[in-house]
């Protein structure tokens, strides 16, 4: 007390008191800001904000100046009114005490928080393109697309996880819109570049889709939106990773999320399948490299010759600043990923010496943090030139002191370019001719993630309607057929609009009436453990015992513990007049977490071992298994689903209007089969 408090008002001299007496000026803990208190000691009534008009503006900035002036002098200030100063910094007027309960007035054209019924960790981020964020072309940077893309997915994983989260990875990125396309207009035409330029607006939209021990899934939609014209065209959509952590740094386990309309229903239930797709991809990429020749062959390409790997190579330092780091203090995620596209985008010009565009982002792998001070060594180097693209790899070192010897490896990723010409149509590129030793093992994984890539486009992207109902099976896409395959039970099973067609004692049967497809479905309580049905429906070369369709079945190839194929003949005559047959992979899942229930899910594949057979009439399956609920540790719901496919649709639409009841007749020789054997199972498992 007694010491002196300048309070300043913009330009203007300040007003000195004595900091306990009764000056012309105080602060106080009325309903205003700022109060002008005479020297009767009574306040001057305030202007309402209707009247006040950029006044109300200068007061509301006051508590900021008034704080900060009490900070620099070193004055005790009372917690009350610290409290109102901070409460101004955000942008309320109103004091540390009650209020009238009152409406909340929402401000026009404010973006509304997530209602109470709405998912409770979607984040809407929408950001209007200025010039700071374009890149050479006046175009949006992707490097700048890649902070918001981050800082949104951070925000939604937070709200859930109720604590600080670290991003763990990125999964594969798909620029379906040209967000980096240079373009030089011809004489006398306006602008006509492709990309999202300056004066639009990037929305972005993430939520958390699944919430596992530790970790979750949060999944970013991102589009642009051009004022003027009014058109909203997608940009990309990701997927990734984030890690809840305590403020030790020890990781928190996290509260399961309840996912509530369809579309978080699906993805909440695959989310599990590209989980266990990422934890394999190492895998998958080491099996095809051991599966492929040793012995690398340059692509042969008229009139150009290879440009050495070595004369692509960069390598850059950042010092990581205050201004690069995240709210927990370590250097944020989404710089280090736009400096990583930065020294990529680099590395590709240096080979086509024009402006590439970046067209696919492979997953970024945060294998540790960094911090305020340290230094980042980005070093990037074009691996292998296909003909209209080219890979680059890009990795991040860290180290904390110039005379550090050691670095650690933190973050690395792949990136695909393009090099556009003016009608937008992919340029021919120059080879590459890769160093010795590493530089040939980049080459050779370079062209593997290549095939991988293409496999899972063509494979798990695309819509099931655009491909054809039996995919082509080899070892190097295993991985995603088997997502596939469970993934479309998966989203079959998550649709809303089952509807109830027939009930014939504990059978029930639904139908789901869509553009393209009917489905159907056909399930019943069992008293038999879910897992022991699990075990026992899993097994093809047993289904003829209760499925009067089914002739035989031969397991063909045991691709792992949870994927099989089978050669399937079936009892049902074809239009041919022939057996059907059927080569089928079966994809076996158990529960993830509480509630998911145990898949078996069948997809048609070909195989070069089993061509079709003049003596069968080869069918095929587009989506089809079982979903087993375990009710309690005895019963379980066993429910059989089936997309049917044109030349099982006149069969299915029998049953389903009456005329045949062969469903219901099958599914109680099923649950006749259940029963039969679940003892015998419990004896063979104790004999394993």
Known sequence: MGRDVSVGHGGQGATTRRAGGCGRRRL??????????????????????????????????????????????NIVVPEEILSFCCNGLQGSTSPPCAQEPREREEAPGAMASPSPTGNPTEVQMSQLVLPCHTNHCGELSTGQLLKWIDTAACLSAERHAGCPCVTASMDDIYFEHTISQPYINPPGQRDGRNGV??????????KVNRAFNSSMEVGIQVSYEDLCSGKHCSICKAYATFVAQAPSGSKVKLKPLTPQTEEEKIEHSIAAERRRMRLVHKDTLKDLLTRSPRETELETRDGSAAVPAEKTRVESVELVLPPHANHQGNTFG??????????????????????????????????????????????????????????????A????????????????????FVVLDQEGRPRTLPMVAPEPGDGVRRYREASARKKIRLDRKYVVSCKQTEVPL??????????YLSYNNVSALKTLVAKANWALAREKEKVRMYTLEEDKFLSFRIEMSVRIAAGRAFSLLSDLRRRHEWDSHYASAE?????????????????????????????ILASRRKPCSKGDPYVVAFRSVTLPTHPASASFTRGETLCSGFCIWPESE??????????????????????VAGLSSNFCATFE?????????????????QDL
């Open 470 to 479: 039996s995919v082509p099976w080899d070892q190097s896409n295993k991985v």
């Open 197 to 206: 330029c300056v004066g639009q607006v990037v929305n972005i939209k993430a």
């Open 669 to 685: 020789a099923c649950e006749k089969f259940l029963l039969k054997n679940k003892e015998d199972l419990i004896v063979r498992l």
């Open 555 to 583: 397991l063909v190839q045991q691709v792992d513990d949870d994927d099989m194929i089978y050669h399937v003949v079936s009892q049902t005559l074809s239009h041919e007049n022939k057996p059907q047959d059927f080569v």
């Open 634 to 655: 005895e019963t379980s719901k066993v429910a059989y689903y089936n997309q049917a496919t044109p030349g099982y649709l006149n069969y299915v639409t029998t049953n």
């Open 28 to 73: 106080c803990g009325t309903h205003h800001a700022r109060c002008l208190v005479p020297a009767g000691g009574q306040p001057r009534p305030s202007r309402t904000p209707s009247s006040a008009g950029p006044a109300v503006t200068r007061a509301a900035l006051l508590p900021s100046r008034c704080l900060l002036k009490m900070v620099k002098e």
């Open 334 to 395: 989404g710089q280090i990923m736009a400096w990583m596209e930065n020294v990529a985008t680099i590395a590709a010009s240096r080979l086509c010496h024009a402006h590439p565009t970046l067209r696919a982002i492979e997953m970024f792998h945060f294998r540790g943090p960094s911090q305020v001070g340290d230094r980042l060594v980005l070093k990037a180097i074009v691996n292998n030139a296909f003909k209209n693209s080219m890979e680059v790899g890009v990795c």
């Open 397 to 416: 070192e860290a180290y904390g002191q110039e005379m550090s010897v050691s670095r650690r490896h933190i973050n690395s990723a792949f990136m695909t």
